[in-house]
């Protein structure tokens, strides 16, 4: 279940990698790559997901345009870094690779 609502694009800091398709920001909220599935959990897919989200966004700024807010309080967004790269897409390519 999400709940959807107007949301503004903003852009933040990635501090910490969460899972393989999602990031803590240095305001400590959640932010999850909308239409994407982690891998399980302690698999080998998990930790190369992990090691390309970590390459990708940590430490890095990011625009997220949230667009709607899961059960457990993760915004489900679309991310891009300041170079325009679009990270739910590379991380979708990279996920396909790794299942």
Request: charged share 30%; hydrophobic share 40%.
């Amino acid at each position: 279940m999400c709940i959807v609502s107007e949301m503004v694009v903003k852009v933040a800091t990635a501090v910490e990698i969460v899972d393989g398709i999602s990031f803590r920001l240095r305001t400590d909220q959640i932010v999850s790559l909308e239409g994407l599935t982690a891998p399980p959990k302690n698999s080998e897919a998990e930790k190369k997901a992990i090691a390309k989200l970590s390459d990708m966004v940590l430490k890095k700024k990011v625009s997220i345009d949230s667009k709607s807010i899961d059960t457990f309080g993760r915004s489900k967004a679309q991310v891009n870094l300041e170079d325009g790269t679009d990270v739910n897409k590379k991380m979708g390519e990279f996920l396909k690779t790794t299942g």
